[in-house]
């Protein structure tokens, strides 16, 4: 049933978007206002919020607890056990929005600071570590987290809503199959939305390396020949197809960071993320609750907002995921592996790639921010153009770009099959091919009905029921974690207490004889 109504609502907004992208799109404008003009504190607070949760979690005395069994051992190495959950989490958005976000914000820096000035440089750095830090590492970790105790400590079944059903307010108990067809809803347009993404950006690399035409006809393409692709890698299961992309992927990556990093400003790209590390540790809390109530500015709606409900709408097929390839290891573990490691490498991305690209914009005077005006999707190209082998670094990033979209859309359709199943770990080949086609088409259809701003506009909208969903599964969590742990407090007091009465068993007292003590 989930399958069918889930499906169903995707697929007629697919054909809306297709039959009729003006309607589609003015009705997503409409909703957009709405969303971001009552409810953007919602996803800031809600947001902040996991972010404190999971530090709370990882190193409180709750951090111990493994996801598990005793004697259960984590399925995958450390390395490829990073690859699959970084690939998955966010590295289409890293490759678009490496050279693209802070370059934008150059040009159009948050409210209060002046345009084209050394201090809007540092605050597009500044916002592109905290875009892509703590907080969206933070939503995944907790989802996922709250997926994997409840399925692994609990025995419960591998959805969302198991997590949302464990609280003892009675209506909830019931709102398990809504719970489970809104996150199936989100984390279909979350990941189409990547997917669009990608498509534009493979378009314009392959652009600048074949001279493939920039339009709708070639992206339609990409994605049809891209879903092929994935759909190939989803069938052979995560063991095989997702762990060795995600392993080749993570190479490429380093691969071209490293290369960057050498052959741009190096001296300027540490000093870059020294600085922006500082005053992002700074600003943490500012820049994590901060609204404009007196000015009429959507700077922060249409970046912090949109990306809070980018991250919440992955977040359903990033739990999962995770949660999937995660099991045997500590709540601790679990977290500095899905939130301290990859927000590092993030830093070191953005530092590398953005302070490549405003170095060369202000102290070279390279037209790279006329070029991301033109058109976003080229930021990353343009940024080559200026560095020795070009071309080969185009054609490295293109293939980068390709294996994410394969890596995204191969891990979406295994994860929204176990969704539509009731939790099934392995959904049949029937049911992931459905999946693909289905999150291909919302991509093809947003597309066509707006490009980039109907694919965030969609985004955010159909992200704000389920950072509601989200809030009720990290309550669930510490109430499930507290219990578990003062669980195992009194076993193993118990435990402790029959351990000394067997090596030290209590002498038994003889009463008093008075015949014997004369009294």
Known sequence: MQLIV??????????????????????????????????????????????????????????????????????????????????????????????????????????????????????????????????????????????????????????????????????????????????????????????????????????????????????????????????????????????????????????????????????????????????????????????????????????????WAWWVSWSPFVGLFIARVSRGRTIREFILGTVLAPTLAAFVWFSVFGGTALNMEIMQGLPIAEAVGADVSTALFAMFEALPMSGLLAGIATVLVLVFFVTSGDSATLVLGMMSTGGKADPSARVKIIWGVLVSGIAISLLLAGGLKAVQTATIVFALPFTAVIVLMAIALWRGVRDDWNEEQRRDKALRRRMRDMIDPPVATVPDNPAITGR
């Open 6 to 307: 889930s499906a169903g609502l995707i697929l007629a907004i697919v054909f809306w978007g297709v039959i009729a992208p003006a309607s589609l799109g003015s009705v997503f404008d409409t909703a957009l206002t709405v969303v971001t003009r009552d409810f953007g504190w919602f996803y800031l607070w809600s947001v902040l919020g996991l972010v404190v949760l999971a530090i709370v979690l990882a190193f409180s005395r709750y951090g111990d607890l493994k996801l598990g069994g005793e004697d259960d051992e984590p399925e995958f190495s450390m390395g490829s056990w990073f690859a699959m959950l970084f690939a998955a989490g966010m590295g289409i958005g890293l490759v678009f929005w490496g050279v693209a976000e802070p370059i934008s914000h150059y040009g159009a820096p948050p409210p209060g600071i002046e345009a084209n000035t050394p201090e809007a440089a540092s605050a597009a750095m500044r916002y592109s570590f905290f875009h892509w830090g703590l907080h969206p590492w933070a939503v995944y970790s907790i989802v996922a987290l709250a997926i994997a105790f409840f399925q692994f400590r609990k025995g419960g079944s591998a959805l969302v809503s198991t997590a949302v059903e464990t609280l003892p307010w009675a209506p909830l108990k019931k709102l398990g199959p809504v719970v489970n067809v809104l996150a199936v809803i989100a984390t279909a347009f979350g990941v189409a939305a990547s997917l669009g993404m990608g498509a534009l950006q493979i378009n314009s690399g392959l652009n600048a390396v074949f001279g493939l035409p920039v339009g709708n006809a070639s992206q339609v393409g990409i994605i049809a020949v891209v879903t092929v692709l994935f759909l190939a890698s989803a069938v052979t299961g995560v063991t095989r197809g997702i762990k060795w992309l995600s392993s080749i992927n993570l190479v490429l990556a380093v691969l071209l960071t490293l290369a960057v990093f050498t052959m741009g400003p190096t001296v300027a790209i540490i000093d870059t993320f020294t600085n922006t590390l500082g005053s992002y540790v700074s600003e943490f809390v500012r820049m994590s609750l901060r609204m404009t109530p007196f000015r009429d500015s959507g700077w922060v709606s249409g970046w912090t907002v949109f990306y």
